[in-house]
């Protein structure tokens, strides 16, 4: 399926786990899905994550691919092959962390671990009909994950259930307290957002099943936190991977991107500072009032691998996702189904440092909505 990167045997625990192959371990090469890396020498130790993940109950199987350097949202790799979408298998698998979605789609492992600067784990969760939790901003250890420097990206977790999910989270996150619950209906925010209409309907006929019944919000700063968080993603890609246009071996799509970043100016992302800080203030007055904020993880339904070849044209796609990176809230995407059968996403979140609190609500939205 182009799911695994490498193969693993890592560990001899219960849980089965697969790791995004722009995340370190110890003896095997940190591809991040390109051939500018096929030369690298293994990596000379393991990121904080996955010591975490080997001393716990759990045995590392395999890297999973991604959609190159982490830098794109459809999940089409041309050099290590794309991950079909087990589910929807027409689909984008969506991306960046493509592999890592699929695997848990086909039910290749327990959990597995993605990163997301743009959306990267919400979205593929959102195509591939699983969960996926975008953590705090810092929450959880980044060191041993490419690219080193990033000011927007969180490493988090896939699974086919919320408890999976948390049962994750305390692994990867030593501090996460696993006896938070929701006992009463949580007041709830849904933004009102540009989505096609069949997206709307799944999450409306979601919500009537659940009996809840959400205040509409708006948001002044929404569209100006995508921009921002374009020009930051931007910028710091750029400096972490410019060099590597010069090598001819990055795909036709990224090197664009990367040589399109070139552009952006310190100007550009000292004004998308000043639009976090506007954003993140807004979101955290809403969040005073309501437990929590409902939104689609993606505005349309997820196109087919024929038609989204070209990355840049699917970038609207982010449009709900990448806010939320420049705000550092975290944000779970969990899978719902059109009548016709096709992969939509609710994105749920709560306040800062909070995520025990969004994965109990959505632990109590699911089973409302299943009863």
């Not at 705090?136 to 994950?145: A, D, E, L, M």
């Amino acid at each position: 399926m182009n799911i695994v990167a490498q193969e693993a045997q890592l560990g001899s625990g219960m849980l089965k786990v697969m790791i995004k192959d722009s995340i370190d371990i110890q003896g095997f090469k940190t591809l991040s899905g390109s051939r500018a890396y096929e030369s690298a020498a293994a990596a000379v130790s393991s990121a904080e994550i996955v010591d975490l993940i080997l001393s716990a109950d759990c045995q590392i199987i395999a890297k999973t691919n991604l959609h190159e350097l982490a830098f794109g949202i459809t999940g089409i790799n041309k050099v290590f092959g794309t991950p079909i979408n087990p589910k929807y298998p027409d689909l984008i698998p969506g991306g960046s962390s493509s592999g890592s979605a699929a695997a848990i789609a086909a039910q290749l492992a327990d959990f597995t671990i993605g990163t997301d600067t743009g959306g990267s784990i919400r979205m593929p969760a959102a195509c591939c009909g699983v969960y996926g939790l975008k953590p705090t901003y810092g929450r959880i250890s980044r060191k041993g994950v490419y690219p080193v420097a990033s000011s927007l990206d969180s490493v988090g977790p896939f699974a086919n259930s919320v408890e999976m999910i948390q049962k994750a989270m305390q692994i990867i996150d030593p501090t996460f307290q696993q006896n938070v619950c929701q006992t009463t209906v949580p007041k709830l925010a849904l933004f009102d957002v540009h989505a096609d209409a069949e997206v709307w309907d799944t999450i409306h006929h979601f919500l009537k099943q659940a009996d809840l019944n959400p205040d509409t919000v708006q948001c002044a700063n929404f569209e100006q936190a995508f921009d921002a968080g374009m020009h930051i993603i931007n910028y710091e890609n750029w400096q972490a991977y410019g060099h590597l246009t010069e090598t001819g071996k990055v795909g036709q799509d990224v090197n664009a991107r990367l040589l399109k970043a070139a552009s952006t100016t310190l100007e550009q992302v000292e004004a998308a500072e000043i639009v976090r800080c506007k954003f993140t203030a807004e979101i955290d007055q809403i969040l005073e009032k309501y437990d929590a904020i409902l939104l689609p993880t993606l505005p349309h339904l997820p196109p087919k691998v024929v038609d989204a070849e070209d990355t840049v044209a699917f970038l609207n796609l982010t449009a709900f996702v990448r806010p939320f990176n420049l705000s550092g809230h975290p944000v779970m995407s969990i899978p719902l189904e059109t009548v016709h059968g096709q992969p939509v996403g609710l994105q749920i979140i709560t306040k800062r440092n909070t995520d025990e609190q969004l994965c109990a609500i959505t632990d109590f939205v699911v089973k409302a909505a299943a009863h």
